[in-house]
């Protein structure tokens, strides 16, 4: 089994910055990448970005420029680092993991962009 867990959610105020880490336990065999995802109560669930093992990137078009992916594989653990943050950036954040066999979900964690 896998757990996903991620931290780093809270209120931030427009303009500012947050970053979100998923640490990622348990039989861990055959990553092929991992990442992030958002949903609100109005979308679906949408890509924000994800980054494989061989450490190639991808970013959903809304976040391009303001967001940027990175993993520290020794500590199995994802980040993403927020920047101008905007309004429509709220939602629930999901860590996504895939491996040769399946993949994971995160339980997600919140993320309020207010002033």
């Known amino acids: 089994q896998v757990q996903l867990v991620e931290s780093g959610g809270g209120l931030v105020q427009p303009g500012g910055s947050l970053r979100l880490s998923c640490t990622a336990s348990?039989?861990?065999?055959?990553?092929?990448?991992m990442g992030w995802y958002r949903q609100t109560p109005e979308k679906e669930r949408e890509l924000v970005a994800f980054?494989?093992?061989?450490?190639?990137?991808n970013y959903g078009d809304s976040v391009k420029g303001r967001f940027t992916i990175s993993r520290d594989d020794a500590k199995n653990t994802v980040y993403i680092q927020m920047s101008s943050l905007k309004p429509e950036d709220t939602a629930v954040y999901y860590c996504?993991?895939?491996?040769?066999?399946?993949?994971?979900w995160g339980q997600g964690t919140r993320v309020t962009v207010s002033s």
């Open positions: 980054i494989t093992s061989g450490g190639l990137t």
């Open positions: 348990g039989s861990l065999f055959s990553i092929k990448a």
């Open positions: 996504h993991l895939v491996t040769l066999e399946n993949q994971y």
